[in-house]
């Protein structure tokens, strides 16, 4: 699903719904290392996230993102980006971005609940620590 020209082909929603799934087993696995180093960590991680991550949302903050934090945070290429292939902790990025732009939303609100959650992830993902290394 490229969003590239600011369209989304909804022909591949069961690979959009597994995307979801993938997002919330990552930073379920985040909360888990949270819980397991700090018991008193305040970290929100519930039946939210399967309310938080659906397709349609994703379809919807990926959009928003493009549509109007792209030209502010151009920090990937828009014409090559697609949902389906997108590295997961730049997917969640740019979803829980794209959720800002929601004020109202009450989907968009409990995103916020996991932007630490996403931070714990995404800085101890593989790729992150080997670029850290380099």
Do not use: W
Not at 16 to 26: D, P, Q, S, T, W
Not at 64 to 84: C, D, G, K, N, V
Not at 117 to 122: C, K, S, T
């Amino acid at each position: 699903m490229s969003v590239g020209q600011g369209s989304f082909n909804l022909d591949n929603q069961g690979v959009l719904v597994h995307r979801g799934i993938e997002m919330i087993a990552e930073l379920s696995l985040s909360y888990d290392l949270i819980k397991k180093n700090n018991p008193e960590a305040q970290v929100s991680f519930n039946t939210t996230a399967d309310s938080v991550f659906t397709e349609a949302n994703l379809v919807q903050f990926v959009q928003a993102y493009f549509s109007r934090l792209h030209a502010y945070i151009p920090i990937i290429h828009r014409p090559t980006f697609q949902i389906e292939t997108a590295p997961l902790p730049l997917l969640i990025s740019i979803f829980l971005f794209g959720s800002l732009c929601y004020a109202s939303q009450d989907a968009a609100i409990s995103a916020r609940d996991f932007f630490d959650l996403a931070e714990v992830y995404i800085f101890s993902h593989l790729t992150f620590r080997r670029i850290l290394q380099q």
